[in-house]
């Protein structure tokens, strides 16, 4: 990134709604500075170094004044810093992205200013509000909610009133007494249909329909707080129709889904496109172990003497491939030995490699693999596998006159720094169900939580990808517990909707 500020649009919260211009420029930024309307798991996308500053304001009460967030862009800048202005929305839709930019030009600092999707049209396109539409409205009008008292000069009640398009109101709600009257007084016809859309597009969004004479009584009934979007005119009547967001199988849904942050969690993609809320818990550090490395070097070289590579987990494809590519091994060199798999997960990982396997189990455990391997020639087998992976499949293949070589190239440790934050996620957040997708998943978090604290496992419905896995919960806990019907993440998001 050049020297330059950013002034960056994040969109409005969900977060395959950002542009990909926004994420180069955080991926890329030496220092961020957010917005409360951010969604804050886009600052999982930052360098290791990157320094995150706070400067969220709620609508009334400005945490960090905004001549301090100019000068904090400034300074960072002239630091010799990349910096990222990152706000929800787009920054110039009562972003003050306008104000900010003008400092920076103030001072002769180059900036470049991203555009984001505005709450006020994609947010109501998520509420099933589509903000022109032919047949009831040919305009809309973003307005700000948030004004002064006397604000005749700065709003025309008058002419808003009397327009047949979309009025949008952003930053309303603390207000909406003041504008429903203006609107009212002004000649606006007191059924017109409008709604009230809360934290659009996130996994709470609300959206609440009624008339423009109702609309004060209805925020006090229903508790709308901000961030809420107001919308006033015809085009609201869509919202039962168009609203597929709401309407999404998992929508308002907790799932806690346990998982090492180090494999991007493709469950956790297929539950949110079902609407749900995925909470992570990593309840285990996965990383390589280094000094293994040597040892293995000399297999490596030798990858002719074998005649199978066994792989029971997709880490295990992670990190022995790892380990190919830091040794500058073609991987043409494979093509006599036979690639061996358990699951899906594990596939679509070789397949990811290029590679793909020849002889596959079915069901996720190892001696199902290792009976799929013994149906072929007798010859020597190399295993890559975590340190604490069992020992069935050497076990079953050596009885078999396989000669199988371990080499552990990954380690699996319970995180215990997580015990707190994963207790109070578990009695705190209204978590509906937990997924564990191996054995070691569920025998980590019982580890982690401490035994006192298994209990708290039962006030959700527990997930589990198999036999095996339902077995090692079994041993623990009775109650709640539900098994996919097929050993995959699919199979498991259905059985949960199934549930339901
Ligand atoms: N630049 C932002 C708007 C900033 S003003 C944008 O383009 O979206 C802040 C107001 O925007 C809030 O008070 C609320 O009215 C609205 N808003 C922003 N994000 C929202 C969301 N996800 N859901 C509902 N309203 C939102």
């Given at each position: 990134m050049s020297n330059k500020v950013y002034i960056v649009g994040a969109g409005p919260g969900d977060y395959?709604?950002?542009?990909?211009?926004?994420?180069?420029?955080?991926?890329?930024?030496?220092?961020?500075?957010?917005?409360?309307?951010?969604?804050?798991?886009?600052?999982?996308?930052?360098?290791?170094?990157?320094?995150?500053?706070?400067?969220?304001?709620?609508?009334?009460n400005h945490i960090v004044p905004q001549d301090q967030i100019n000068r904090i862009l400034i300074d960072k800048f002239n630091d010799g810093k990349a910096v990222v202005r990152l706000k929800?929305?787009?920054?110039?839709?009562?972003?003050?992205?306008?104000?900010?930019?003008?400092?920076?030009?103030?001072?002769?600092?180059?900036?470049?200013?991203?555009?984001?999707?505005?709450?006020?049209?994609?947010?109501?396109?998520?509420?099933?509000?589509?903000?022109?539409?032919?047949?009831?409205?040919?305009?809309?009008?973003?307005?700000?909610?948030?004004?002064?008292?006397?604000?005749?000069?700065?709003i025309n009640w008058s002419s808003l009133s009397k327009e047949k398009g979309t009025l949008i109101f952003l930053m309303g709600i603390g207000?909406?007494?003041?504008?429903?009257?203006?609107?009212?007084?002004?000649?606006?016809?007191?059924?017109?249909?409008?709604a009230f859309v809360s934290w659009a597009t996130r996994h709470n969004q609300k959206t609440t329909l009624s008339t423009l004479k109702d609309a004060r009584e209805c925020v006090e009934r229903e508790k709308i707080k901000a961030p809420t979007i107001f919308v006033v005119g015809a085009v609201v009547k869509l919202a039962d129709k168009l609203n597929f967001f709401?309407?999404?199988?998992?929508?308002?849904?907790?799932?806690?889904?346990?998982?090492?942050?180090?494999?991007?969690?493709?469950l956790r993609k297929k539950l949110e496109e079902k609407g749900a809320k995925v909470i992570e818990i990593p309840t285990i550090d996965i990383k390589s172990i280094e000094s293994s490395k040597v040892m293995i070097k000399e297999k490596i070289d030798g990858i002719n003497d074998y005649d199978y590579l066994a792989f029971t987990s997709h880490n295990s494809v992670k990190y022995f491939f790892d380990i190919l590519k830091f040794y500058s091994f073609d991987l043409r060199k494979l093509a006599n030995v036979k690639l061996c798999s358990i699951g899906a997960a594990t596939t679509?990982?070789?397949?990811?490699?290029?590679?793909?396997?020849?002889?596959?189990?079915?069901?996720?455990?190892?001696?199902?693999?290792?009976?799929?391997?013994?149906?072929?020639?007798?010859?020597?087998?190399?295993?890559?596998?975590?340190?604490?992976?069992?020992?069935?499949?050497?076990?079953?293949?050596?009885?078999?006159?396989?000669?199988?070589?371990?080499?552990?190239?990954?380690?699996?440790?319970?995180?215990?720094?997580?015990?707190?934050?994963?207790?109070?996620?578990?009695?705190?957040?209204?978590?509906?169900?937990?997924?564990?997708?191996?054995?070691?998943?569920?025998?980590?978090?019982?580890e982690l939580m401490g035994a006192e604290?298994?209990?708290?496992?039962?006030?959700?419905?527990?997930?589990?990808?198999?036999?095996?896995?339902?077995?090692?919960?079994k041993s623990k806990i009775n109650n709640n517990v539900f098994q996919s019907k097929e050993v995959s993440m699919e199979s498991m998001v259905e059985k949960i909707i199934e549930l339901l």
């Open positions: 395959g709604l950002i542009t990909l211009k926004a994420v180069e420029c955080i991926k890329k930024a030496d220092v961020l500075v957010y917005d409360r309307l951010v969604n804050p798991d886009f600052l999982n996308l930052k360098k290791d170094n990157c320094e995150v500053i706070y400067v969220g304001k709620e609508s009334s929800g929305g787009d920054p110039y839709v009562f972003g003050r992205g306008g104000e900010e930019a003008e400092a920076l030009y103030d001072e002769g600092i180059e900036f470049e200013v991203v555009p984001g999707v505005t709450s006020a049209i994609g947010g109501l396109c998520y509420a099933g509000i589509p903000v022109t539409h032919r047949d009831y409205s040919s305009s809309f009008h973003i307005v700000t909610g948030h004004s002064k008292k006397d604000d005749q000069n700065e207000n909406i007494g003041h504008i429903v009257k203006q609107l009212i007084e002004n000649g606006k016809e007191p059924n017109t249909p409008v709401e309407k999404k199988p998992l929508f308002g849904k907790n799932i806690a889904i346990t998982r090492s942050r180090a494999k991007n969690s493709e679509s990982e070789l397949e990811a490699k290029g590679v793909l396997p020849d002889i596959t189990s079915e069901r996720f455990d190892a001696v199902s693999l290792a009976v799929e391997i013994s149906k072929h020639s007798v010859g020597k087998v190399l295993f890559p596998c975590s340190e604490i992976a069992g020992t069935a499949l050497q076990e079953y293949l050596g009885n078999n006159g396989f000669a199988v070589d371990r080499i552990e190239v990954y380690s699996n440790r319970v995180n215990y720094s997580e015990r707190e934050r994963v207790v109070d996620i578990l009695s705190n957040s209204s978590v509906d169900f937990i997924t564990f997708t191996s054995s070691s998943t569920f025998e980590n978090i019982v604290n298994i209990s708290l496992l039962e006030k959700c419905k527990i997930i589990s990808i198999g036999d095996i896995t339902t077995k090692t919960i």
